[in-house]
């Protein structure tokens, strides 16, 4: 089992949540963070005070899943979150040990 | 501490309540009673019985339009400048910027009735007024069911004194909020409190008794005593200054305190360094939409009649604020590209400040041209201004309300002058007749401006100095460095303002 972290653009959510549904990813998991890496903050203007913000506002997602659909997860959302121009994300692929569902007590690829 | 504040609270109860219902055998004629910014016609000159004074009649419209007045001033306070200032905090203070501008508005406003009111616009001297009103005792007769009557600007035209001292009252708590802004974010709430009804008491009160109280028009009743009515006037109103809905007595003078506060309360914490933008400009709009509304009365109301004068200050209110939320806008351009919502909102009040003194005092043009130069003075005074003051004046009011401020009054005796628009000035109370066209000096008004705001800096500014030294010698100014960090709104009152 793996888990799939990846970073995207905001407006791209609804893209990679359709993608990943159409090859068969049941649930995911998503979060509002704010982080940079190549691409630049902005600056903003407050009567005198100036401030750099260098975090960006991005929408991270978890997905669990069975690790036989890891390439094609990969894909999906590389394909749907993908605009070409610089923060575009991320995707980080862990080791997922143990998955209970909490309402049967299913563990395993059961539970995913 | 807290039986300090309990004895303290059951003894100003007990006294008001004593006084006020000792206090309402007033005299029977109200002309008697000594008064208020104008008290009604002296019985003691035979002379002025001879040149047949019009006698009281309390006139309605214009009750109505002071009340009306009043209520747009209390808005500008509660919730006007508590959103303003609240939106430009960060949201950990946000509730500390509101307790301070509500409680203070409330303090003061019972300040003022307890005593404030006497002070400034009872006859006295040329610096401070006397004590016939102390506790309004005599502004009405419970018994007799008479309200004393207050003079406008028109002979014979009167309004309840009550209505006259509710007007005046919500100016001088409005004031004393406006300084909160200078050390919002690090000072304690009791401090605050304290230095305001100091301030209140030593430089609010009498700079408005020097620059408003006079002795009304129907005390000028004959040549023979002109001299003597004038002499009863405050320091700055013999002088002539024009201070129409007070340039002077709210704007620098609050600005004054707000500067001299910053610089004594010190820095906030990681100021320059750390993030501390606003957190609500959304808010901060709400809060200037409803300052502007509002200046109407607090600008037009302070013509005392609706009549032609407040009419003027009307029209003036309204050109020059839109005049200064375009300069400060084109500013911005220019200077960065963006025009911002904190600058037009920023520029909306730098207008209304500065057309204060101006507003029935100078002509449309003049209005729009102050509201337009005073956008590009804001702009100066958060900007340029305020690096090199080098003090961390939070919400900038020294450089909204002090620059536009001194900016409007100075304008005032230019604009003023017939030949450019302006009204001109009443020269001779007995016929009530304006200046003539061709002896009006605009250098010699804008000097008598100058001076005025000379008076007010270096008065305000003593008197704020020793107030605040007074109150960090016995309470402290500046709340622990964890409070201030934590923020202001869980060490202060225990709340958060948006449940985090």
Known sequence: MKLVTAIIKPFKLDEVREALSAIGVQGITVTEVKGFG???????????????????????????IDSALLDRVIEAIEGAARTGKIGDGKVFVYDLEQVVRIRTGETGKDAI | MKKFLIS????????????????????????????????????????????????????????????????????????????????????????????????????????????????????????FGGFDRVMLKGIWDNAAGTFAPAATFSKGVYIPEIVFAAFQASFAAITCTLIVGSFAERMKFSAVLLFCALWFTFSYAPI?????????????ASKEVVDAMNAKGGFLWQMGALDFAGGTVVHINAAVAGLVGAYMVGKRIGYGKEAMAPHSLTLTMVGAALLWV??????????????????????????????????????????????????AASGAVAGLVAITPACGNVGIGGALIIGFLSGFAGLWGVNGLKKMLGADDTLDVFGVHGVCGILGALLTGVFNSPALGGPGFVADWVTAT????????????????????????VWSGIVSFIAFKIVDMTIGLRVSEEDEREGLDITSHGETAYNR
């Open chain 1, 38 to 64: 190549r691409q630049k903050g902005h600056t903003e203007l407050y009567r005198g005070a100036e401030y750099v913000v260098d975090f960006l506002p991005k929408v991270k997602i978890e997905a669990a």
């Open chain 2, 8 to 127: 303290l609270a059951l003894g100003l109860g007990l006294l008001s309540v004593g006084t006020f219902a000792l206090a309402e055998d007033a005299p029977a004629a109200p002309a008697a009673s000594a008064s208020a910014a104008a008290p009604a016609p002296a019985t003691d000159a035979a002379a002025a019985e001879a040149t047949a004074t019009p006698a009281p009649v309390i006139n309605k419209g214009d009750t109505t339009w002071m009340m009306v007045s009043t209520l747009l001033v209390i808005m500008m306070a509660v919730p006007g400048l508590a959103l303003f200032y609240g939106g430009l905090v960060r949201s950990k203070n946000m509730l500390s910027v509101l307790m301070q501008v509500m409680v203070t508005f409330s303090l003061i406003v019972v300040l003022w009735f307890i005593y404030g009111y006497s002070i400034a616009f009872t006859e006295g001297g040329a610096f």
């Open chain 2, 208 to 220: 408005a008794h020097m620059v408003w109280f006079w002795m009304g028009p129907d005390a000028y």
């Open chain 2, 294 to 343: 509002g200046w109407f009365g607090f600008n037009a109301g302070s013509a005392l009649e609706a009549n032609g004068f407040a009419a003027l200050a009307f029209i003036n209110t309204f050109g020059a604020a839109a005049a200064a939320v375009l300069a400060w806008c084109i500013g911005e351009a220019l200077m960065r590209g963006k025009a911002s919502m904190l600058g």
């Open chain 2, 434 to 457: 304006g200046i003539a066209a061709a002896d009006y000096s605009i250098a010699a008004q804008v000097l008598v401006q100058a001076k005025a705001v000379g008076v007010t800096v």
